[in-house]
């Protein structure tokens, strides 16, 4: 279901994209590929006088990193198409290599934040990285049904539709279904 229509006419401003992408890798890893894109409706000019026109790219970013079946970050790498500020901006690519070695389900985006904070990184390739813990977890879903029965998978309990006491837990894995806790009512005396 869309959105309701506005409630007061309005004007269109920025525009915010993000795509992503994962890969199946031959050498048994997964490449998830993520992108940025911002471009303002509307033109502007900047202070060089050069003029940037609405739907122009002004962020276009792109990170990849590959993992392993922990989702630990086995290499990642991103790449600039636009920046605002050219070099500037994109002499911040190899920092992103400290990425190597994190896991994207263990306080991946805290550490992200505390690595990459302020002037030690993008904020945009940062904020792009953000994207990567959830897509990693839709890559593996497939997966889930595959490896050591008795143990829980990974997305049980993870959000409200995979919640423990849940229906959708009850239909796809009974096993590791649990009945709702009764709530205990109050009286007033």
Not at 100 to 117: C, D, S
Not at 120 to 128: D, N, P, R, V
Request: hydrophobic letters at 35%; aromatic letters at 8%.
């Amino acid at each position: 279901m869309p959105l309701p229509e506005p409630t007061c006419p309005r004007k269109p401003m920025h525009n915010r994209s993000y795509q992503v992408h994962s890969f199946e890798r031959e050498d048994g890893n997964w490449d998830i590929e993520a992108e940025l894109i911002d471009s303002k409706a509307y033109d502007f000019t900047r202070r060089s006088g050069e003029v940037r026109h609405a739907g122009e790219a002004f962020h276009h970013m792109h990170m990849r990193v590959t993992i392993d079946k922990t989702f630990t970050i086995l290499d990642a790498v991103v790449a600039y198409d636009a920046a605002p500020f050219g070099e500037v901006c994109t002499s911040i690519s190899d920092e992103y290599r400290d990425l190597i070695g994190m896991n994207l389900l263990k306080g991946f985006r805290q550490q992200v934040k505390e690595r990459f904070a302020r002037t030690a990184g993008c904020t945009h390739m940062s904020e792009l990285a953000a994207v990567l813990p959830t897509a990693a977890v839709q890559t593996m879903t497939r997966r889930s049904g595959s490896g050591d029965p008795a143990r829980k998978p990974f997305h049980l309990d993870g959000c409200r539709a995979w919640r423990l006491d849940g229906e959708i837990t009850k239909e796809h894995y009974p096993q590791w279904y649990v009945l709702p806790s009764k709530t205990k009512s109050t009286t007033t005396g």
